[in-house]
């Protein structure tokens, strides 16, 4: 990899005194480490020293891919890519990096001792030179758009490739972007390659000055996702445990405040027109599950916890997933899915899940995380757009009371993935240029 770009003086001291920002951050995040380790909070343990630079193993996991991945959904985006990998070269190490607790859980229950988790570093950059020391990775791989100038700055000066896969740039990051030029448009400069996730995507980076010669559309790997055994032997699993086999079952996965409000509103409308169904809420972060379950009891919904395993009754109403790693397992259950962060406005999340599974789909207006997919989801009839409770009590009374349309909209859902797969191998192709693996 030659370094043929030669950033100004003016965008060095941006870079620097960027860099001065971390290093006033640095100290107050270390002291809040240091606090909640010695309260023991779940989640603060020696391993979050990675964010400083320090990672434990250091003899192990050493010389091979490292993959960024931000939180939960971006480490199950790229399970069948890794699982690639893996498949390819079963003897590399790879580390995978990510942000938060929940990220790092997923991780280790993916592919448990077959990769190595750490928490990236902040983005000063002795943290990073002393993490990028210790890894001495062969590449980094940044899954979808989390971007950082130390990172790149720090991977073009020691030579790795420094590679953005299933690249996302919506028209609101461009835009932010856009208005700091010294700081980012040297960041774009120094990534190697960028695989972008659709048509979209690919035209942003092109907006922000990055070279074609760097960009390949390679679309979304999302797409290219598989539902694994276990992941049917657990539903199999929560349907026995909590007596769901005569239920009509509405799954609102991933879902965010005010989305719980919403739903619930809706069911309440149409459980009186259809007394055996019932809502599985599922929301997206483990902090509000006691927000969501206080929620339902303040209005005295009939809810029973996983956490508790106790069956459902006939009078039950709401199950409330309050429990990592298990949505995929529960979208199989469904009849009927509502994906969050859609009415919310938190871009929508990962549609494709129910999709995989044959369950047609509601979503919110807000999709701007993975419009391509959406699109692709609403064009074949997987997918049905709602704005309110009434909307959904709608959509959900035309399924209901339609099998053969309900089936319809699933069996779509599974066509949009066949027909767009392949991302993966694209992937791959792009990786295979820089360094063997």
Known sequence: MTKTFKPSTKQQIVLLGYSLLWLLIIPFAFCHFVYQLIKRKPGYTEARLSRYGFTSKQANHKNGPLIHCASVGEVVAIQNLVEQLLNNNPNQRITITTNTTTGADRVKQLFASRVEHAYLPYDFPLCIKLFLKIKQPTKVLINEMELWPNLCHQCWCSNIPILIINGRMSEKSTKTYQKYPSLFQPMFEKITAICAQDQRDYQNYMTLGVNP????????????????????????????????????????????????????????????????????????????FGKVHQLLQTQNIETVLMSEEKPCQTNSQVLLCDQMGMLRSIYALADISFVGGSLADRGGHNALEPAALGVPILMGESTYNNPAICQALAYSGALLTVTDAQQIESACKKWLDNPQQRKFAGDAGKQALTDNSGAIQKTLDVLTVYQSY
């Open 213 to 288: 010669d760097k960009l390949t559309l390679t679309n979304n790997i999302k797409f290219d996702l598989t539902i694994s055994a276990q992941d049917i032997a657990l539903s199999h699993t929560i349907k026995t445990k909590f007596v769901l086999e005569q239920r009509l079952l509405i799954v609102a996965g991933s879902t965010h405040e005010p989305e719980e409000q919403i739903l619930l509103d809706a069911y309440l409308a149409l459980v009186i027109h259809y007394p055996a169904l019932l809502l599985i809420i599922v929301p997206r972060h483990p902090h509000r």
